[in-house]
């Protein structure tokens, strides 16, 4: 998606492309007194709520504090077999830090994508494969070396292009170069309603029909003469010029005279002036846009080569979700199953379905071992609760745990393993901004790069206002942009989407939080930025 500062010129210099995915480096974490240096307990939103009781102090204290966890450094779980028993409630690991998340995501959907990515497609983050966790005593295949590279865990069943029709592409992404099959035009055509003439003028007007676009050419033209031609038609042989309709005059004796000075070849298009046949008009990797699609038909195409689109399963979980009428009695409303599939689809993904499993240990571990998704979506039950049973369940699969946990707020339980196959699983926190938090952090660019997209190109821009930050980890924060600043909103709590709703972005706030007039990582929300008139009026402002 394309923001405001992107596309209008002249808007100030806030939009410019970074080259990490992080916050800025080396980011310090205002400790409160009495705080710990460890990693908070994964109840999300009472240490949200614990950790911005003071924010005007933990501003004060950003420069007096510990460093965050370096960048590159993983988890200490991280692909672990997680075939040994459950972990107990009051095991503490390290989360990963949210850049490299992101980037353990992108390198996982790498190395399960397809076998020539497009341009910009990353095989390791910005600054490198991320080093490994304390405890890491050699290669791995989230930390590869040139002795030991990444395996590659493409199934080698699945097709690697499709022929898509175009009316079926847009959103796919192309997976070949995508060539002219002609010339562009591919005859010389008229670029103007007028008049075609050959040799000086005055002409004799020709007394025959109108060159129209469509029909066949008209004979050749002799000089001194001219005859009527459409935009788009094919000139006739030996045509020196198209005059304009407007720049022309006839007399009563049928002749045709010109109001300025005619040019041989103006508003003429020659054969092959936008391209010849076989000439690269897009590399591979490139998505499928409707100008794309345009292109494709004026080039010869009636589909197109494109990359499988990658499966997505989502699973629901929780008994207390209710999936029509008010709440009650305990029960809500499931605000992620209407919300996750069209969000997944805007990413490239195919969603094959969204499938409400509840709290049955049983039924999560048939669906995710059965599903034929390449990536499984679930919802709730990442956390260490009596009823949290994604990390039993991916330790009966035999998973490999690539991120247990991330420091960042709200999601800060997320985690995204691999299973059997090649296939992944993105365990998203059960709060819907919490929810959104890991589907930016770890579903979206492990999905680009299984599809084979290019990587989204981060931007900064200017805050307008504070933002209060968590003591030690990376905080996202609901933006809208208001002229060359981005503005934070409010409800911004990991259940609430009041927030969300009315922003076009989502600011990354590193740990200590932001001054006004700091510049910060904004990530693009997949919807387009320009609201109906008053659709943010109803949004609070921090």
């Avoid at 990515?117 to 490994?132: K, N």
């Avoid at 045509?239 to 002749?255: C, L, M, Y």
Wanted: contains cysteine.
């Amino acid at each position: 998606m394309t923001h405001p500062q992107q596309r209008a010129a002249g808007t100030g210099p806030v939009v410019r492309p970074v080259t990490g995915s992080g916050p800025v480096a080396g980011a310090e974490a205002g400790v409160e007194p009495g705080a710990t240096s460890g990693a908070e307990p994964e109840s999300d939103g009472v240490d949200e709520a614990l950790a911005l009781v003071a924010p005007s102090r933990t501003l004060a204290h950003r420069t007096a504090s510990p460093r965050s966890a370096p960048p590159g450094t993983a988890s200490v779980r991280a692909e672990n077999s997680l075939a040994g028993a459950p972990r107990a409630k009051a095991e503490r690991h390290r989360a990963t830090p949210w850049p490299d998340a992101r980037d353990v995501a992108t390198r996982a959907g790498a190395r399960t994508g397809p076998a020539h990515p497009g341009p910009g497609h990353p095989t390791s983050g910005p600054t490198g494969p991320a080093r490994p966790g304390p405890g890491h005593t050699g290669p791995s295949p989230d930390h590869p070396s040139p002795d030991h590279p990444s395996p590659d865990h493409r199934d080698p069943d699945r097709p690697r292009r499709h022929a898509t029709p175009l009316g079926q592409a847009l959103g796919h992404v192309l997976a070949e170069p995508l060539r002219a099959l002609t010339d562009l035009p591919s005859f010389d055509t008229s670029a103007m309603d007028g008049w075609a003439v050959a040799g000086p003028g005055p002409w004799s007007i020709r007394d025959e029909g109108a060159v129209l676009a469509g029909h066949a050419s008209a004979t050749a033209l002799e000089d001194g003469t001219a005859v009527r031609i459409a935009t788009g038609a094919r000139v006739p042989p030996e045509t020196t010029a198209v005059i304009r309709s407007e720049h022309s005059r006839t007399d009563a004796g049928g002749h045709l005279h010109a109001r300025r000075e005619v040019v041989p070849g103006q508003d003429i298009r020659p054969r092959g002036q936008e391209c010849r046949s076989g000439d690269q008009l897009l590399p591979a990797g490139t998505p499928v846009t409707p100008a794309v699609l345009g292109l494709a038909a004026a080039a010869g195409y009636d589909e197109l080569p494109t990359l499988p689109r990658p499966r997505v399963e989502i699973l629901v979980l929780g008994d207390e979700l209710l999936t029509a009428g008010l709440p009650h009695e305990g029960l809500i409303r499931d605000a992620l199953g209407p919300m996750l599939g069209p969000w997944l689809t805007t990413l490239g993904a195919d969603v094959l379905a969204t499938r409400r499993i509840g709290d049955d240990a049983d039924a999560l571990r048939a669906a995710v071992i059965g599903s034929p998704a390449d990536l499984v979506i679930t919802t709730g039950g990442t956390a260490a609760g009596p009823v949290d049973h994604v990390h039993p369940v991916l330790a009966q699969a035999g998973a490999a745990l690539l991120v247990d946990g991330v420091k960042v707020r709200p999601g800060h339980p997320m985690l995204l393993a691999r299973l059997e196959g090649g296939r992944h699983l993105v365990g998203l926190p059960g709060n819907p901004l919490a929810a959104i938090s890991g589907l930016l952090t770890l579903a979206e660019p492990l999905l680009r790069a299984l599809a084979g997209a290019p990587a989204s190109t981060p931007y900064r821009a200017a805050v307008r206002d504070e933002v209060h930050g968590h003591p030690h980890d990376t905080r996202l924060v609901p933006v809208v942009h208001r002229g060359d600043q981005v503005v934070p909103l409010h409800y911004n709590g990991p259940a609430m989407l009041r927030g969300i709703a009315a922003a076009d972005g989502m600011a990354v706030v590193p740990p200590g939080g932001a001054r006004p007039g700091d510049v910060l990582e904004i990530l693009d929300l997949p919807w387009p930025v320009s609201p109906a008139p008053g659709a943010a009026q109803g949004a609070c402002f921090t």
